[in-house]
């Protein structure tokens, strides 16, 4: 009998390749998990007519615990997007997003140790849009109080459980007075109730500034859903690219664990996506579930191949697969729990 029961979404592009390789490495861990595969993406859209069926919505309400590959979202016309769908079905209002240096990744910075929490629910991503006549498109920036509320009380709660030091909260108020004025206005009332963590705010333009000049000014970033989406990114370069970037979607009841990239469907089928990111999701994912020494392992695992610079991906200045960089973390995750 399976300890966890976890539901699995390969995704699309790369993303079944870089799973394959996370099982790999989750399963020298030793923890007894019974996947519970399911499809979502251009695969589904073809077999079911939609690209995200209920089964997969009702298949995380059952196991309340996902792992998720990247899915390909068509610009402009196609689909909706199979990722905002999941979050907003489930209610994932938290994106968690670490942005931590690992010795031995190429970048320009060391030392960095940032945390997006990006609310993930509403705002001019939520995708409440319209022609307005032929000419002219509308999109509906929405913030809510009870929005804000539950995601500056994550960012706190987080900060707290983490012993981080400082929240900055991301806005545009500025300009956007009444949403992104919202937005920080419920920051700050939430911030005097953790008197223990030192809370500023940033205007997000001068945040990207400040972010590649000096990130190791900043700890835990608190934004909205579109300036998390995009910090995020520029986050996962300071520590070595979109390769490096795990990701997770916490609601209340349920959690879904994902990188930070995309599909990159020009690597896909070739053997040559990293699969870090996802890998380092299934670490969020493992502490999650309260396996925190097999989170470590894991982590550590990790952090040994790519420290030994052998055994990785283009992307670190390596010449492995997708494949071998799974086995190469395996083989040392199994060392360290035997
Ligand atoms: P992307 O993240 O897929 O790729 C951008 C570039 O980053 C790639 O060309 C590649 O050079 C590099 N890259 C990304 N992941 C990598 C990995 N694991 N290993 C090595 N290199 C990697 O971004 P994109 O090209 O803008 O998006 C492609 C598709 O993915 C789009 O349809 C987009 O909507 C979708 N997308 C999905 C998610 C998600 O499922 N959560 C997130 C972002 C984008």
Not at 36 to 47: I, L, R, Y
Not at 136 to 163: H, N, Q, V, W
Not at 277 to 289: F, K, N, T, W, Y
Request: charge should be negative.
């Amino acid at each position: 009998m399976s300890r966890y029961r976890v539901t699995c979404i390969p995704g699309d592009g790369i993303g079944p390749e870089i799973m394959a390789a996370a099982k790999t490495a989750l399963a020298a861990t030793q923890v007894n998990i019974g996947w519970v595969d399911v499809e979502a993406g251009a695969d589904a859209m073809d077999k079911c007519g939609t690209p995200l069926p209920d089964s997969v919505i009702e298949s995380v309400r059952d196991t309340k615990v996902a792992l998720k590959g990247p899915v390909t979202t068509p610009i402009g016309s196609g689909f909706r997007s199979v990722n905002v769908g999941l979050r907003k079905a489930l209610d994932l209002y938290a994106n968690l997003r670490p942005a931590v240096s690992i010795p031995g990744v190429r970048t320009r910075y060391e030392g960095v140790d940032l945390v997006v929490v990006r609310e993930n629910t509403e705002d001019l991503y939520a995708g409440i849009e319209h022609m307005a006549g032929e000419d002219a498109a509308e999109s509906i920036k929405l913030i809510t109080r009870k929005g804000c509320e539950r995601i500056a009380r994550f960012a706190f709660d987080y900060a707290r459980r983490e012993g981080r030091r400082k929240v900055t909260a991301v806005h545009k108020a500025n300009i956007m007075k009444l949403t992104d004025g919202l937005f920080l206005e419920v920051c700050r009332q939430t911030a005097a109730g953790y008197p223990e963590i030192e809370f500023e705010d940033r205007i997000v333009d001068n945040m990207c500034m400040q972010l590649v000049q000096k990130p190791e000014l900043y700890d835990v970033l608190l934004c909205p859903n579109l300036y998390g989406d995009i910090l995020s990114d520029l986050c996962a370069g300071l520590v070595g690219g979109l390769g490096v970037a795990p990701g997770a979607n916490i609601g209340l009841e349920m959690a879904v664990f994902e990188p930070v990239h995309g599909s990159a469907p020009k690597y896909a089928g070739k053997d040559k996506a990293d699969p870090t990111a996802l890998i380092l999701s299934a670490v969020l994912m493992l502490s999650h579930l309260g396996e925190v020494d097999a989170a470590h392992a894991l982590f550590e695992g990790v952090r040994r191949v790519i420290g030994s610079g052998k055994r990785v991906t283009y992307d670190l200045g390596g010449s492995s697969g997708t494949k071998d960089m799974g086995e190469a973390i395996a083989e040392e995750v199994a060392r360290l729990v035997s």
